[in-house]
Nanobody, 127 residues
Framework: QVQLVESGGGAVQAGGSLRLSCAIS????????VGWFRQAPGKEREGVAG???????SYPDSEKGRFTISLDNTKKTLYLQMNSLKPEDTAMYYC?????????????????????WGQGTQVTVSS
C-alpha cells in the first residue's frame, strides 16, 4: 500500500519560491507515476506537474517554466519546486502516485490516473 505525506507548504509573498516535499512509502517496482495537484477553494483539483518512472516530466502550459517536479529515489521523496509564485497559486497542494503504471505526459496530469493521495499541504501567496 502506497502512503504519501506532504510537507513544505506555507505563506509566501508574490514572486517568492517554495519547495514542497512528499515522502513516499510502499512504491515498489520500477514502473510508476507520480504527480502534484492543487485545489483552491471553490475550484476543482487540477494537475500542476507529473512524471513517469522514465523521468519524463509534464506540466500544464500555465506552469511551464515556474514549477519543477523531481524525485529522489534514494530518499523516496517527491519534490515540487515552485518559483515566481502568484496569488492565484494559493491552494492546497497534494501529491499522488500510482504503482505499476507508466503515464504519458497527458495522463500524468489527470486526476483519475492516480489511486494514492496524500493529505495535502497549504500554500498561500500574498500580493
Amino acid at each position: 500500500q502506497v502512503q504519501l505525506v506532504e510537507s513544505g507548504g506555507g505563506a509566501v509573498q508574490a514572486g517568492g519560491s517554495l519547495r514542497l516535499s512528499c515522502a513516499i512509502s510502499g512504491l515498489t517496482g520500477s514502473t510508476y507515476s507520480v504527480g502534484w495537484f492543487r485545489q483552491a477553494p471553490g475550484k476543482e483539483r487540477e494537475g500542476v506537474a507529473g512524471m513517469n518512472s522514465g523521468g519524463t516530466p509534464s506540466y500544464p502550459d500555465s506552469e511551464k517554466g515556474r514549477f519543477t517536479i523531481s524525485l529522489d529515489n534514494t530518499k523516496k521523496t517527491l519534490y515540487l519546486q515552485m518559483n515566481s509564485l502568484k496569488p492565484e497559486d494559493t491552494a492546497m497542494y497534494y501529491c499522488a502516485a500510482r504503482p505499476w503504471a507508466y503515464c504519458t505526459p497527458v495522463m500524468c496530469l489527470r486526476l483519475d490516473w492516480y489511486n494514492s493521495w496524500g493529505q495535502g499541504t497549504q500554500v498561500t501567496v500574498s500580493s
